[in-house]
């Protein structure tokens, strides 16, 4: 009889483990199919799919414009590589660390999510997604030889053409 109670206890709580473990590992899939869908979007530049995966608080932020973490996101289309390193969840909670690589420098935001009374899980925060200020300094330098090159190119294009001249003129001598 001992025995049989026993196996018994053993054997619903060895169910009850195994259902907290796929409960787990469903919710996990989940939040990572929702950022997933939300950072597709907002590679591809889709303001459509990044406001549905949006929670109405922070939709609300963005339309009245105090969403300022966004703008950068919903404006245009990014080029960059990514990968979700790391969830956790706690009960209707949800934080997913990402890992961006964008022109060799790394950018790890953190993506919060937030279960709707649906069992929806939607973001609710971002955090962590500023551009590395080295890349801003690449795309300046870019910037900076691409016009000193186009500028070399239209005084060799203008060369020997009665009249015309072209004159360097910098930002500093602007400011002078």
Same mark, same amino acid.
């Given at each position: 009889?001992? @025995?049989k109670?026993t196996?018994?206890v053993l054997f619903a709580?060895?169910l009850?483990?195994v259902?907290i ?5 469903s919710? $996990? *899939?989940?939040v990572a199919?929702v950022?997933?869908?939300?950072v597709?979007?907002?590679?591809r530049g889709d303001?459509?799919r990044? &406001?549905?995966s949006?929670d109405?608080?922070?939709r609300? &932020? $963005?339309? *009245?414009?105090?969403?300022?973490q =966004? !703008?950068p996101l919903?404006d245009g289309k +990014?080029?960059f590589?990514?990968q979700?390193h790391?969830i956790?969840i706690?009960?209707? *909670?949800a934080?997913?660390e990402l890992?961006?690589n964008k022109?060799?420098f790394?950018? !790890? ?5 937030? @279960? ?9 925060a971002l955090?962590?997604?500023e551009v /590395?200020?080295?890349w $801003?300094? +690449?795309q300046q330098?870019r910037?900076?030889? @691409?016009?000193?090159k =186009?500028?070399?190119? &239209?005084g /060799?294009? &203008? $060369?020997?053409?009665?009249g015309?001249?072209v004159?360097?003129i910098?930002?500093?001598d602007?400011?002078?």
């Amino acid at each position: 009889m001992v @025995r049989k109670l026993t196996t018994g206890v053993l054997f619903a709580s060895g169910l009850w483990l195994v259902a907290i473990g796929i409960q787990r590992w469903s919710d $996990n *899939r989940e939040v990572a199919q929702v950022v997933t869908s939300f950072v597709d979007a907002v590679k591809r530049g889709d303001k459509d799919r990044i &406001l549905d995966s949006l929670d109405p608080r922070l939709r609300a &932020l $963005n339309e *009245r414009g105090e969403a300022e973490q =966004l !703008k950068p996101l919903i404006d245009g289309k +990014l080029q960059f590589e990514y990968q979700i390193h790391h969830i956790e969840i706690s009960r209707d *909670r949800a934080k997913a660390e990402l890992r961006i690589n964008k022109d060799g420098f790394m950018i !790890k935001p953190v993506v919060y999510l937030q @279960r709707s009374p649906t069992t929806v899980w939607k973001v609710n925060a971002l955090e962590h997604i500023e551009v /590395d200020p080295r890349w $801003n300094d +690449l795309q300046q330098a870019r910037s900076l030889t @691409r016009g000193e090159k =186009l500028a070399e190119e &239209l005084g /060799d294009s &203008l $060369n020997g053409i009665p009249g015309a001249s072209v004159q360097r003129i910098t930002m500093q001598d602007q400011q002078d």
